[in-house]
């Protein structure tokens, strides 16, 4: 079964706000991944946080690990039209690390100018 | 990072006709991965595929269904047979160098 769970599943706001998406997943990982795709086409890798840190930031990226939950937060700050995207969270559970990986269901944000 | 090229981006298939999609990458890689996203979905991981050996397949995928080339280690061709309208999904494939790298991905429509 897939692993990964995110919320909400659709994600509209005012451009300049803030975008917080969820993550949930159920087993043990190596790291956990975000990534973003545009319109149906390939992924962009976005952020990797691994199993032993709980934030990482990059740009106006805000990712938080809490292993204990099984769960992390992406938010993007000061949101802008071209964020428009769906966003996916992917778990590496793999014995090397970075191997497969396992996505979530996807938050598709859009960003109202 | 990782260039990587899909081919077809996209095609528009008969029902039992077959397809190949080729990924081609910009340097040598040891796995190459590939995955089906249906639509509104989210990805699913088909298969792995390492140059030299047989792919290795996720549950619920068979080689005779998806069956997968690696002739060398920038190279691999992924091929949807016998399809079916269930099969319209995007292919992509993707490499793992320090993060995994996406393809552009191959949208493919089964009537």
């Known amino acids: 079964s897939q692993q990964g769970e995110e919320d909400p599943q659709a994600l509209s706001i005012q451009e300049g706000e803030n975008a917080t998406m969820n993550c949930s997943y159920k087993?043990?990982?190596?790291?956990l991944q975000w990534y973003r795709q545009n319109s149906g086409r390939g992924l962009v890798h976005l952020i990797l946080?691994?199993?032993?840190?709980r934030e990482k930031h990059s740009g106006r990226l805000r990712v938080t690990l809490d292993t204990s939950k099984k769960s992390s937060s992406l938010l993007i700050t000061a949101s802008r039209a071209a964020d428009t995207a769906s966003y996916f969270c992917?778990?590496?559970?793999?014995?090397?690390?970075?191997?497969?990986?396992?996505f979530g269901t996807g938050t598709r944000l859009t960003i109202i100018p | 990072s990782a260039v990587i090229s899909q081919k077809p981006s996209r095609d528009i298939c008969q029902r039992g006709t077959s397809l190949t999609i080729q990924c081609q990458v910009d340097s040598q890689v040891t796995m190459m991965f590939w995955y089906r996203q249906q639509p509104g979905q989210s990805l699913t991981l088909i298969a792995t595929?390492?140059?030299?050996?047989?792919?290795?397949?996720e549950s619920g995928f068979v080689i005779d269904k998806f069956p997968i080339s690696r002739p060398n280690l920038t190279f691999s061709t992924l091929t949807v047979s016998n399809m079916s309208p269930e099969d319209s999904s995007i292919y992509l494939c993707s490499v793992v160098r320090l993060t995994q790298y996406f393809g552009p991905g191959t949208r493919l429509t089964v009537l």
């Open positions: 992917a778990t590496d559970a793999s014995n090397f690390g970075n191997e497969k990986l396992t």
């Open positions: 595929a390492n140059q030299g050996s047989e792919a290795t397949y």
């Open positions: 087993t043990s990982i190596n790291n």
């Open positions: 946080i691994r199993s032993n840190e």
